[in-house]
T-cell receptor, first 113, second 110 residues
């Protein structure tokens, strides 16, 4: 069965360190998204990609970067982790067209000390 | 102004009750609408899409009011298993981005 996975599921890091969160999907979806979820804010879009070599900034992209070298993966990098980036991170994918369901990964809980 | 606004609740209802959630959106040109369900510490999952004419899926009914820019979700005969957070989601005309509401928390009490 097709799926979307994230790793690690939990991560504790220190301020200033670079952190990369992995997202891998086997749906063969062109569209992939990274969100963060915090109390009182809901899901907020960080970055998204509509295909290989395509990346776009979302609502809260400062301090984050992504790259898309193949269809299956969209890693999210925190260049220099800050305590404000402590959150739950969800990756999602969807088929082209914009009208379709987004499928979410199980999430990564990141704590920055 | 937020793209999507929801009443966060919480809604605490007895089993068998009917409960309704509303959600408003700011972009009048928005094209597609969804309700997602999120269980505690889990990922959001699609509950149902919302169509212009309204649609029903078992005990769940979704309605769209474009004139007033709101969507609603009605749950009839609530079950304990309906306890979750319900997210209102809107897809504006531009691009494939979704905008999520902050969610409405529902607890169904035995």
């Amino acid at each position: 069965d097709a799926e979307i996975t994230q790793s690690p599921r939990h991560k504790i890091t220190e301020t200033g360190r670079q952190v990369t969160l992995a997202c891998h999907q086997t749906w063969n979806h062109n569209n992939m998204f990274w969100y963060r979820q915090d109390l009182g804010h809901g899901l907020r879009l960080i970055h998204y990609s509509y295909g290989v070599q395509d990346t776009n900034k979302g609502e809260v992209s400062d301090g984050y970067s992504v790259s898309r070298s193949n269809t299956e993966d969209l890693p999210l990098t925190l260049e220099s982790a800050a305590s404000s980036q402590t959150s739950v991170y969800f990756c999602a994918s969807s088929a082209p067209g914009g009208q379709d369901e987004q499928f979410f990964g199980p999430g990564t809980r990141l704590t920055v000390l | 102004r937020k793209e999507v606004e929801q009443d966060p609740g919480p809604f605490n209802v007895p089993e068998g009750a009917t409960v309704a959630f509303n959600c408003t959106y700011s972009n009048s040109a928005s094209q597609s609408f969804f309700w997602y369900r999120q269980d505690c510490r889990k990922e959001p999952k699609l509950l149902m899409s919302v169509y212009s004419s309204g649609n029903e899926d078992g005990r769940f009914t979704a309605q769209l009011n474009r004139a007033s820019q709101y969507i609603s979700l009605l749950i009839r005969d609530s079950k304990l298993s309906d306890s979750a957070t319900y997210l209102c989601v809107v897809n504006p005309i531009t691009g494939n981005q979704f905008y999520f509401g902050t969610g409405t928390s529902l607890t169904v009490i035995p």
